[in-house]
């Protein structure tokens, strides 16, 4: 018997066989179908043995025949009878002799992770193991070598790629502890020498943590949140328990108390939230006293370069040097090396900088994308903006808003004071706004102002100009709030209502329940409106995130009436019904629409059943946003995922989205390495290039008549396209190279996005008067990260001189003046494009993208590098 046809009867199976019938009475079916089976927990090699165990009987093989059965074995509606001869089936015996055990391991076997050398070994156990995908298996190794070296580290994999799974199996290889109880390596007092476990975690997923303990492995887990925690303590000091959870904020009031214990490990979930080095939650987590610190988060990076620091300086303390010295050398350089007018001295400066934290942060970070991992079982996510144009009456109310005092003295604050005073109107007459309705209700108990003022306005404002782009009834009173607050609320939406007022209902909330779910005032709604009745026609399931509760309420009051069956989540939703809720959803057919919080539903949810998203509101954090969408497109997909983000067109709206762009394109400057566009013309925390991003002027600027995103984008494009027609005229060497020879790459890009642009919701948003769209991965993940080697002990001056931008070295690449050189045909220019593609180890889309946002040194290095291999070849 071969070793493959072995294997196939010890396939893993969750249930024993089906009793042999009792008489001969009883039917048989003639073909059981096995049952759903899990993979087995004990190693294929313990399985083996148990083949070798001594047996009653003596003979090599064992004989049973058909004819010993009953007759009704084969059940009845058979075509074909059995004949009374009796039909002679052999089952082989195994014998020991005819069995190698020199075969290589298999995912049945345990997952050695300590050298050769080393007794015991320190393995994941075959129960754990056989169950892991590849890249969670180098995670398990990656998470080890940490820890053997008494070093933290950051597991950065994408969100859904299973970071609890990992962690759960590196901690049964260091406790030796699987599912099946058993010590594989250490005893219990081994065990118990060693320390317990500490995990932090967002109160959402602590259930999500119990259960995956509980699915993976025998581990004694406590739950420190709520009532009983004495007793829990007390559990503790006893050894009792091993692995204790608790939340954010449960740790943050009782960190005198936990952080006095001698933690072996430490874990955070969502260890983003490090990023604040004044928050409360990091200075507690500073006083844990451990060295083994590890931190789990798909998004490492949020807003600023700095929460790099903050987080690699709590779990490998010093890894990053200081924090001046982080400023300094990386956070500034690679800052202003993105700005869209950035000299190139500024831009090549940037790129090593970049090289050199990369290099750094790869010994403490590991970070893996879908694509990379489990894009072969996806079908992909297509992430699209949609930009509404506002209602005619929306449009009016943002601007008289924006008429209002309140809103002027912030626009006109550096402008010269009117009392002829050399100050400005800030720091002169307008410090106070006696006359603006949302300053005087901050101020009722303090008509001098305060210190701040009047940038005690901003957030206040924000909120208002926003409430506007989403739906006119948020800006009316809310019941739920205090009265004065609803008088304020009043009074402001009276004034800008103007005469509008009895149109959109009066200045107070509507209880009408068919004015609060009409589209007609609300551009966004309007597109809402006639996508999802394209969408449910064609059977798809559909989530809808808004971060404001107030949004949620009108958005069920418009599913209810377009006839829709929903489920809904927010904060308000129980923890112990929150489960049930996803489960539902997925489960039921019938279930159309999950209507959810984007905080309180950002984190912890599976609801691969839905294959549409809807981002109604966007985040100034564009973290947020991305877990949204990842609830839906996680392992367990099996349908292509479409995300809409509905943004209000003209309004402040299109700034957040723009900072979204520029914070996701740092992230991928420093985390991963990327090369991305340079947009922008501002920079973050630098007052000196605000450019059109950063301070508050540009916060509370009339967009309503600009087309603010699109412009930028198709500037950019502009400035692409004459920078690569200038390069091909730079030098002769250019007609033999297709990639100067541009009338290749407008091709190529053009026709790769229209083949997946999504032409039945553009012809209905079409319909709609919508302004603009376009896909985020056009514009962010422009080109692969950074993965070569760097020298991190030296410095990078910044004296190294460079060509200008837009011409090539002509000393690295002398051409022969006597060469003729041969133009290439359509077919070969398309040919050759190909095989550099190819080279790159990228699809043609990818590499159009990465070719047009490279820079003259990267794309003069992947042609001598592809040359090289060329001639080799």
Known sequence: MSLNSLKETLKPCSQPPPPPPSNGDDPVPAKILPPLRKPPKSSLSQQLRRLDLPSSSSSAQETLTLAQLPSK?????????????????????????????????????????????????????????CRLLDHQRDGVRFLYTLYKNNHGGVLGDDMGLGKTIQTIAFLAAVFGTDSENERSHMDKDDSKNKGP????????????????????????????????????????????????????????????????????????????????????????????????????TGTIMQNKILELFNLFDWVAPGSLGTREHFRDFYDDPLKHGQRSTAPERYVHIADERKKHLVSVLRKYLLRRTKEETIGHLLLGKEDNVVF?????????????????????????????????????????CKRIVPNGIIWSYLHRENPDGCDSCPFCLVLPCLIKLQQISNHLELIKPNPKDEIEKQKKDAELASAVFGTDIDLVGGSCQTESFMGLSDVEHCGKMRALE?????????????????????????????????????????????????????DDFNKSPSKQVFLISTRAGGLGLNLVSANRVVVFDPNWNPAQDLQAQDRSFRYGQKRHVIVIRLLAAGSLE??????????????????????????????????EFQGELFGICNLFRDLSDKLFTSEIIEFHEKNVQEYVSYSKEDSTECEKDPLSQTTVLPQMVSRDFSAQAIVKEQAVL?????????????????????????????????????????????SQNPIDVNKKSVPYSKEQKQKEYRNIAQHMGMGLLEFSNWLLSASPSDRDEMLQNYKKKKRKG
């Open 73 to 129: 074995t084969l059940g009845k509606g058979n075509e074909e009878e059995v004949s009374d001869e009796e039909v002679e089936v052999h089952v082989p015996r195994v014998r020991r002799e005819t069995v190698s055990f020199s075969f290589p391991k298999g995912p049945y076997e345990p997952l050695v992770l300590s050298p050769p050398s080393e007794s015991p070994a320190v393995q994941v156990p075959a129960s754990i193991n």
């Open 197 to 296: 476990v500490l995990i932090l975690c967002p109160t959402s997923v602590i259930r999500n943590w119990e259960n995956e303990f509980s699915e993976w492995s025998d581990f004694s887990v406590a739950v420190y949140h709520g009532p009983n925690r004495d007793l829990i303590l007390e559990k503790l000091g006893a050894h009792g328990v091993q692995v204790l959870v608790t939340s954010f904020d449960t740790f943050r009031i009782q960190d005198k108390i936990l952080g006095e214990i001698p933690w072996h490990i430490v874990i955070v979930d969502e260890a983003h939230r490090l990023k604040n080095e004044k928050s409360q939650l990091y200075k507690a987590c500073l006083g844990i006293q451990t060295a083994k610190r590890f931190g789990l």
């Open 530 to 582: 006639k996508l999802m009745f394209s969408w449910t026609t064609q059977g798809d399931k559909i989530l809808l995130f808004s971060y404001s509760v107030r949004m949620l309420d009108i958005l069920e009051k418009f599913l209810i009436r377009k006839g829709y069956c929903f489920s809904r989540l927010d904060g308000s939703t129980p923890m112990s019904l929150r489960q049930t809720l996803v």
């Open 388 to 428: 509404c144009a506002m209602s005619e009456v929306q449009k009016r109310v943002y601007k008289r808003l924006l008429e209002q005092p309140d809103v002027q003295c912030l626009i006109n604050k550096d402008l010269p004071c009117s009392c002829g005073s050399p100050l400005t109107q800030v720091q002169c």
């Open 654 to 687: 299109e700034l957040v989205y723009s900072r979204q762009l520029y914070k996701q394109q740092l992230s991928n400057i420093a985390v991963s390495g990327k090369m991305e566009k340079r947009y922008f013309e501002g920079v973050q925390d630098c007052k």
């Open 766 to 810: 079409h319909d709609l008067g919508i302004v603009y769209t376009h896909r985020n991965e056009e514009i962010v993940n422009m080109r692969p990260g950074f993965q070569g080697n760097v020298d991190t002990t030296s410095t990078h001056g910044d004296s190294t001189a460079k060509r200008p931008l837009g011409t090539r070295d002509k």
